[in-house]
Nanobody, 126 residues
Framework: QVQLVESGGGLVQTGASLRLSCAASGRTFRDYATGWFRQAPGKEREFVASVSRAGTKTDYADSVKGRFTISRDNAKNTGYLQMNSLKPEDTAVYYC???????????????????WGQGTQVTVAS
């Protein structure tokens, strides 16, 4: 089992930045690929970004490319999502996810992840 706890969400103005954190416990974090997803009110949960187990590969949704950066610190068992130039359409609950991965690859499908955090709210005011 892997337990994931997100933090860092909040209410910000358009153009501001936030950094979300995902603290992992329970298993060897470096063996797990991680991802961030988000769900806006009335919408389905969608992929935001993913990073491979060693942090060598990343993948982003087109809507966040150039603004968001996913990273991880395996020594601290923590993943991050740096969000810059935030827009009102980025408003959502953001979820951290993890899955065991023997390969250095990323995963963009929600169904590929076994473990999920409880989510953290990000609200961007216009």
């Amino acid at each position: 089992q892997v337990q994931l706890v997100e933090s860092g969400g909040g209410l910000v103005q358009t153009g501001a930045s936030l950094r979300l954190s995902c603290a992992a416990s329970g298993r060897t974090f470096r063996d797990y690929a991680t991802g961030w997803f988000r769900q806006a009110p009335g919408k389905e949960r969608e992929f935001v970004a993913s990073v491979s187990r060693a942090g060598t590969k990343t993948d982003y949704a087109d809507s966040v490319k150039g603004r968001f950066t996913i990273s991880r610190d395996n020594a601290k068992n923590t993943g991050y999502l740096q969000m810059n130039s935030l827009k009102p359409e980025d408003t959502a609950v953001y979820y951290c996810a993890a899955r065991f991965s023997a390969l250095a690859t990323t995963y963009s499908l929600e169904s590929r992840y076994n473990y999920w955090g409880q989510g953290t709210q990000v609200t961007v005011a216009s």
